[in-house]
């Protein structure tokens, strides 16, 4: 099973929890990621965030990250929840939730889902700063964290 | 008729969201459909210069310079994600 939702509402991350693993006798562990937005990035002060989306395209990425996961690992259900639109300091920007049997496969598929996310599904960031508005420069950080996942060293650790 | 669609600073800068467009006989890849677009000039040649970060998705899927593209495709350009 899985769940992905492009959504401006926000969402409550106890209630998608609860989803998965309610009624279900099978689910051992449930690990939950919530992104947040800071109020600083790259040295300037950040009033707030506009997030722009692919329609179509970014629920078909997600769609193809989920499945990545689910031939990774034995996982139970995952949810996926990525917020568009305005959101200000202290919004929860994305929810990522993998209900499994055990834990390893649950934090492992969340963390690969989380980095597959920020590199691949086509979402676009610009924060407003008291110098103007500017478009947030993808991380080679992120880049990295992502390429871990492709040696199958994370993937063995797991 | 192929339907292009620009995102974040290259919808901006481009001063577009998208356009429908026909493509010149010789205009077969991705490569070759960002040259054509370079070709026009301005803000095209300096956004979509082959130095940028710009990357390219045809119906919907991530493409490398060399996928085909053809009459009917949906073809998008935009710059590195940074969602998450």
Redesign the interface.
């Known amino acids: 099973m899985a769940t992905i939702r492009v959504q401006t509402e926000d969402f409550d991350a106890g209630a998608e929890i609860a989803k998965v693993r309610t009624g279900n006798p099978k689910v051992g562990a449930v690990a939950a990621f919530v ?1 947040v937005c800071r109020d600083r990035n790259d040295g300037e002060n950040v009033s707030s965030m506009t ?4 329609p ?2 970014t629920e ?2 997600l769609a193809r990250i989920v499945d990545e996961a689910r031939v990774r690992w034995d996982v139970i259900d995952i949810t996926v929840v ?1 917020r568009v639109g305005r959101l200000a300091p202290t919004d929860q ?2 929810l990522v939730v993998v209900a499994g049997a055990h834990r390893g496969e649950a934090f492992a598929a969340c963390e690969f889902l ?1 980095d597959y ?10 924060e407003e700063t008291p110098q103007g508005a500017r ?4 991380r080679a950080s ?1 880049d990295a964290a992502a390429e871990r996942w492709m040696t199958g060293a994370k993937r063995d650790a797991a | 008729m192929v339907k292009v669609l620009y995102f974040a600073n290259l919808r901006e800068d481009l001063g577009t969201a998208g356009e429908e467009l026909s493509l010149p006989a010789d205009v077969t890849t991705v490569a070759a459909l960002r040259a054509h677009l370079i070709a026009r000039g301005g803000a095209w040649s300096s956004s979509l210069a082959l130095g940028k970060a710009v990357r390219v998705a045809v119906n919907q899927e991530m493409a490398r310079p060399d996928a085909p593209v053809k009459a009917g495709d949906e073809v998008a350009f935009f710059p590195p994600v940074t969602g998450g």
């Open positions: 992104g997030l722009e989306h692919y179509g395209m078909r990425e990525h920007i994305v989380m996310l920020k590199t691949r599904a086509p979402f676009w960031k610009k478009w947030v420069d993808a992120d």
